[in-house]
């Protein structure tokens, strides 16, 4: 699926952008200390250095009010039509987390509510809202990812419990016209349902509980089929990325910053080099907080600005790849916007 923005057109633009890290730090020397595992293995087969994960009491939404609340303050405004929450992580099976978001963020009745695409959910989570937005539905939109993967992983499960973060990351989308820096330009999304085992949690949905054989005890854990996923994660955002940069017109070299999935590094210099954009434009934060998953375009997109990698006027990309299969791809021309983050 794909949309593109005429100029004059109704569109969602950027308006303000906060994220929230957890405070305790794990090192991957940490991990080394009960995991068969290294920091050399971590860093030169991930790129990842340290992860925060969040302490036990603290649930997806308290990371989700704290993003949301500086999203606003970045945005300066008190009062959303809609509120987005994308993760793999919510609070309870049901209700959805979004609602209890809006409510400690004092937003009032808007509507509230949570979209599941894992590691793509931020993508998704802003084009449903930039979607709201430009039916004229709504006009601005708090879009919210956040996760505690700590919370799904299996402690005995090197190949996950190395990768994955917690945090979470928010954005003020607000109605403007497309032509305005800060506006998403377009999007394109794709799923690939044909292959759901390479990212699951096996147990804890209902084609388990309908199933009369007793569950393994781990299949309530995240799983990961990290060579395949690697492989599609490539391919997958680096069709859509190149898809998307043809219909808005612009070219691969004319990117400057390209924010994808933190997931690996490899994959990040994979999908610059298939696309034609120089190593040094995409931009890396994955050591310093791993893969947040739902989480991790806006955590990027705050540190590249901190980092003065990201300037106002400059022409942004991000794409993200995760469960589902599912991915997706949205660009904008980088307003003049406040950031405010934990760290
Ligand atoms: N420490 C040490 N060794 C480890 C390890 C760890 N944490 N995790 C796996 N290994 C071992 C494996 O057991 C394997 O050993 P073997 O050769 O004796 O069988 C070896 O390292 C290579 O494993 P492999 O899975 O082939 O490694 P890899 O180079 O593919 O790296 C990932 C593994 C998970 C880092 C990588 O596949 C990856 O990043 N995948 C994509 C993740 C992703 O994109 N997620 C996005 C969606 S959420």
Not at 94 to 119: E, M, N, Q, Y
Not at 136 to 148: H, N, P, S
Not at 288 to 295: E, L
Request: proline share 5%; hydrophobic share 45%.
């Amino acid at each position: 699926m794909s949309t593109t923005l005429q100029s004059q057109q109704r569109a969602a633009v950027l308006k303000g952008l906060g994220t929230f890290l957890p405070e305790r730090v794990v090192t991957n020397e940490e991990l080394s200390q009960r995991l068969e595992t290294s920091d050399e293995w971590i860093r030169s087969r991930t790129g990842i250095g340290q992860r925060h994960w969040a302490s036990p009491g603290t649930a997806t939404s308290d990371l989700a009010v704290e993003a949301g609340a500086r999203a606003l303050k970045a945005a300066g405004c008190q009062s959303v039509d809609a509120v987005v929450l994308a993760t793999t992580t919510p609070d309870h099976p049901c209700p959805a987390t979004a609602p209890a978001v809006a409510a400690r963020l004092g937003l009032g009745t808007v509507p509230a509510f949570d979209v599941g695409a894992v590691c793509a959910g931020f993508v998704y989570a802003a084009a449903t809202a930039s979607s709201l937005i430009v039916a004229g539905v709504a006009e601005r939109v708090l879009v919210i990812g956040a996760e505690t993967y700590s919370t799904i992983l299996n402690p005995e499960d090197r190949t996950t419990s190395v990768i994955f973060g917690d945090g979470a990351g928010a954005m003020v989308l607000q109605a403007g016209t497309a032509r305005e820096a800060g506006a998403l330009l377009g999007f394109d999304l794709g799923s690939d349902g044909s292959l759901p085992g390479l990212i699951s949690i096996p147990a804890g949905g209902s084609r388990q509980k309908s199933d009369p054989t007793p569950p393994d005890p781990s299949d309530f854990y995240f799983t990961m089929q990290g060579k395949q996923v690697f492989a599609h994660a490539v391919n997958k955002m680096g069709d859509s990325c190149a898809a998307l940069l043809e219909r808005i017109g612009w070219s691969a070299q004319s990117v400057d910053r390209l924010v994808g999935h933190q997931a690996n590094v490899r994959i990040l210099h994979a999908l610059a080099d298939l696309l034609g954009v120089e190593r040094a434009r995409a931009f890396v934060n994955l050591d310093r907080v791993g893969n947040t998953s739902a989480a991790s375009i806006p955590l990027a997109l705050a540190d590249a600005v901190e980092d003065g990698e990201i300037r106002a006027g400059d022409r942004v990309v991000m794409s993200a790849f995760g469960g589902g299969l599912a991915w997706g791809s949205t660009a904008l021309l980088w307003p003049e916007i406040n950031v405010i983050t934990s760290h």
